[in-house]
């Protein structure tokens, strides 16, 4: 693995040297994601690095270009190594708090303009479970009128999404509480959004490293049968959505069967169900009977 063509020292020669260990670590896009490391490292562009390939790398740069290239070779994903990841055309910080931001979950926000249409009729949104705080952050985005609450179990998500906010510009409409999903809720709200954890807990060792080893486990457990937190907030939706309401919960692949099941009991009417674009029945659509 030393048959780089340019100097040792030069950014090609770490970029050289980054693709191969990615590639045999079996990393997907390893030249990518060399520039993007070693971009990061250096503050600068990636344009910028293939620019003059013999440049030299600045001992710190190098040293902390190492530390993230063996994060990744450890499998921990790039966007917790880069502390950001684009979501709905927002950039939000990401940590190992929290999930890292999916293109799958946008089909929820698809669904909530679908559904809502008018951009003035949503006033108040809740978002259970809020991570980084991208679903209830980028539905504010779409809606000028509204504003929101966030809640998570983990305080430090809860910190992470209100830093997320106030990046965004959007800390004056939106605030978060650290508590047990709906438990502390009084009012109702014109849209509810959630996605919750719905990996059985028996298949969690088996998703891809950069999951099952990085990403926070209260996040991605939904229990023995994946449904676990999806009893637990459903159950309590009908007090919560205001009568022409709609809840908008992220479904696990071959879970909408079951879930309707649950919303149906807990007196929840099923409006629709938007696939990813993949084809997975992804954002399932509730409102008050």
């Known amino acids: 693995m030393n048959d780089c063509p340019d100097p040792a020292g030069t950014v090609g020669f770490f970029l050289c040297r980054a693709g191969q260990h990615l590639?045999?670590?079996?990393?997907?896009?390893?030249?990518?994601?060399?520039r993007l490391l070693l971009s990061?490292?250096?503050?600068?562009?990636?344009?910028?690095?293939?620019?003059?390939?013999?440049?030299?790398?600045?001992?710190?740069?190098a040293n902390h270009f190492a530390a993230l290239l063996r994060g990744r070779l450890d499998r921990a994903p790039i966007a917790q190594l880069l502390g950001t990841q684009e979501f709905w055309s927002l950039p939000f910080a990401v940590s190992p708090a929290t999930l890292v931001p999916r293109a799958d979950t946008e089909t929820l926000i698809e669904a909530v303009l679908a559904e809502c249409p008018d951009r003035g009729a949503v006033r108040r949104v809740l978002d259970l479970g809020t991570g980084t705080g991208c679903l209830l952050l980028a539905?504010?985005?779409?809606?000028?009128?509204?504003?929101?609450?966030?809640?998570?179990?983990s305080l430090a998500a809860a910190v992470l999404a209100r830093q997320n906010a106030a990046a965004l510009g959007l800390d004056g409409r939106a605030r978060f509480l650290v508590a047990d999903w709906t438990a502390p809720l009084r009012t109702r709200f014109d849209l509810i959004l959630?996605?919750?954890?719905?990996?059985?807990s028996g298949a969690i060792a088996g998703l891809m490293p950069e999951v099952a080893r990085h990403e926070p486990m209260l996040a991605l457990d939904g229990g023995a049968d994946g449904?676990?937190?999806?009893?637990?907030?459903?159950?309590g939706l009908s007090g919560l959505l205001a009568p022409a309401g709609r809840a908008v919960l992220e479904l696990g692949a071959g879970q909408r069967g079951a879930v309707q099941a649950i919303a149906h009991a807990s007196g929840l009417r099923v409006v629709g169900c938007r696939a990813d674009l993949g084809g997975v029945a992804r954002a399932l659509v509730l409102s008050v009977e």
């Open 139 to 153: 539905t504010l985005s779409e809606y000028p009128a509204a504003d929101g609450v966030g809640i998570d179990r």
């Open 40 to 61: 990061h490292a250096m503050s600068c562009r990636q344009e910028d690095l293939l620019r003059d390939p013999r440049a030299a790398v600045p001992p710190a740069a």
């Open 227 to 235: 449904l676990v937190a999806y009893r637990a907030i459903l159950g």
């Open 23 to 34: 590639r045999a670590a079996a990393i997907e896009s390893p030249r990518l994601e060399a």
């Open 194 to 200: 959630s996605n919750p954890p719905y990996i059985e």
